[in-house]
């Protein structure tokens, strides 16, 4: 079962992958919000290419586990974007992936400049092995 996992911000979503079992994460891409969201070109060529089995978006959730603030939107976004791909839809937990994602770059010696556009996949690649091991066991 190949996951495709989104990790969807106002500017841009951060892409990533399993491979065809479902065990190992890869990042993808980042693609601009609105490609994503009104599923322009750019990310029906990821789907095609990926051809997932099912869609996993990140869930804001605050430090305490309740639904953040960004919450409700990203829902929302997510529902969209499974209905118009015609995926089944998985949340998973993304606190701090965003966070950990930076300081993974900056061990590899990117600048804050270079990491910019990168962040967001690699967040991704990280909630979507986090789901992924979790299933195993």
Known sequence: MRVLALDIGEVRVGVAVSDPDGRVASPVCVLPAPEVLGCARS?????????????????????????????????????????????????????LSSAEAKRILKEQGLSERSMRGKVDMVAASLFLQSWLDARQS
């Open 43 to 95: 990310f029906r060529r990821v789907l095609e290419d990926w051809e997932p089995d099912v869609l996993l978006c990140g869930r804001p959730l605050t430090l305490s586990g309740e639904e953040g603030p960004q919450a409700e939107r990203i829902k929302n976004q997510a529902q969209k974007i499974a209905k118009s791909c015609e995926l089944p839809l998985e949340f998973a937990d993304e606190r």
